[in-house]
């Protein structure tokens, strides 16, 4: 008789960008990658809590956070500087992590497309 039993806490969050408990394999971290299903914008939160194993809101909220932060006019807080948090930080990341399904993110096809051109 072969039955699947969960681990009593074991949550799925497919739905909401988290990953799931069969989806990491001995504690390895997923890789970083910005998911097709469960994202809001460009997926960035929900790939960060993914590959951290943390809910996806406390995410969105440090974004939040730091976008509203940065524009208050408070330029440090414990030596960083947050005129580069919030939208600025997001923008990076949507451009640096690449895609679910993808080995290259949109930044890299680019200067790979630009090397090519200048070839």
Same mark, same amino acid.
């Given at each position: 008789?072969?039955?699947? !039993?969960?681990?009593?806490?074991?949550?799925?969050?497919? *739905?909401?960008?988290?990953? /799931? *408990? =069969?989806? =990491?394999?001995?504690?390895?971290? $997923?890789?970083?990658?910005?998911?097709?299903?469960?994202?809001?914008?460009?997926?960035?939160? *929900?790939?960060?809590?993914?590959?951290?194993?943390?809910?996806?809101?406390?995410?969105?909220?440090?974004?939040?956070?730091? !976008? %509203?932060?940065?524009? =208050?006019? %408070?330029?440090?807080?414990?030596?960083?500087?947050?005129? $580069?948090?919030?939208?600025? $930080?997001?923008?990076?990341?949507?451009?640096?992590?690449?895609?679910?399904?993808?080995?290259?993110?949109?930044?890299? *096809?680019?200067?790979?497309?630009?090397?090519?051109? /200048?070839?």
């Amino acid at each position: 008789m072969d039955s699947i !039993t969960e681990e009593p806490g074991a949550e799925h969050h497919e *739905a909401d960008g988290g990953a /799931s *408990a =069969t989806d =990491t394999q001995a504690g390895q971290p $997923l890789p970083l990658r910005r998911p097709i299903k469960g994202r809001m914008l460009a997926g960035v939160a *929900a790939g960060i809590s993914q590959h951290f194993n943390v809910d996806v809101t406390i995410v969105r909220i440090v974004f939040a956070v730091l !976008t %509203i932060v940065g524009f =208050t006019g %408070i330029a440090y807080l414990g030596g960083l500087p947050l005129y $580069l948090g919030g939208i600025p $930080l997001y923008i990076a990341c949507w451009l640096l992590i690449p895609e679910e399904g993808s080995e290259h993110s949109i930044a890299s *096809a680019f200067f790979k497309n630009r090397q090519s051109r /200048s070839d």
